[in-house]
Antibody
Framework: EVQLVQSGAEVKKPGESLRISCKGS????????ISWVRQMPGKGLEWMGR????????NYSPSFQGHVTISADKSISTAYLQWSSLKASDTAMYYC??????????????WGQGTMVTVSS | AIQMTQSPSSLSASVGDRVTITCRAS??????LGWYQQKPGKAPKLLIY???SLQSGVPSRFSGSGSGTDFTLTISSLQPEDFATYYC?????????FGQGTKVEIK
């Protein structure tokens, strides 16, 4: 079965660092880009950035550039989303998603189950 | 960044109704657009890719159309399991951008 499995919920304090993960299985991990998507409580979906696991090339949304880091370890088929200094406003559900190339552009065909990050003093 | 404007932001409909949701891009995006369904507490699910292609396993009552700047998601006969929030997403360039979502509620 093709799937993305994310790490569990996190509760952190402002200023702390955090890395969450997204492990792919059932497919060739290096053949598909992984994106990260944020959903703040009660709000819509926001694309944060993406990584090509084959060479770790990344693109970020300007809204998130400089505040998060996306990385991948292809040897263990895992992508990461990392913060060096969390803020309360980072409280959200975070999803990873696999991008498949289609006839026009791409689409996110497989999604992780989501990781809830709560930042509170 | 390309802005994706969805309308309406919410709608109330009955089982069996035909429902139409629109998404307008701030610039032309060819047909590099997908539609996603999200139910409460769940991850989004791909319904339509390349503006009009039905994802495998998705019921045929879902359809998409459009190209350039104007796109439509249609549910031909709304079923109880279709009450959810729907999002469009452009895959034309970076940063990728979602519409703000359309919540489909029971009338």
């Amino acid at each position: 079965e093709v799937q993305l499995v994310q790490s569990g919920a996190e509760v952190k304090k402002p200023g702390e660092s955090l890395r969450i993960s997204c492990k792919g299985s059932g497919y060739s991990f290096t053949s598909y880009w992984i994106s990260w998507v944020r959903q703040m409580p009660g709000k819509g979906l926001e694309w944060m950035g993406r990584i090509d696991p084959s060479d770790s090339y990344t693109n970020y949304s300007p809204s998130f550039q400089g505040h998060v880091t996306i990385s991948a370890d292809k040897s263990i088929s895992t992508a990461y989303l990392q913060w060096s200094s969390l803020k309360a406003s980072d409280t959200a559900m975070y999803y990873c998603a696999r991008r498949v190339v289609v006839v026009a552009g791409g689409a996110f065909d497989i999604w992780g189950q989501g990781t809830m990050v709560t930042v509170s003093s | 960044a390309i802005q994706m404007t969805q309308s309406p932001s919410s709608l109330s409909a009955s089982v069996g109704d035909r429902v139409t949701i629109t998404c307008r891009a701030s610039q032309g995006i060819r047909n590099d657009l997908g539609w996603y369904q999200q139910k409460p507490g769940k991850a989004p699910k791909l319904l339509i890719y390349a503006a009009s292609s039905l994802q495998s396993g998705v019921p045929s009552r879902f359809s998409g159309s459009g190209s350039g700047t104007d796109f439509t998601l249609t549910i031909s006969s709304l079923q109880p399991e279709d009450f959810a929030t729907y999002y469009c997403l452009q895959d034309y360039n970076y940063p990728q951008t979602f519409g703000q979502g359309t919540k489909v509620e029971i009338k």
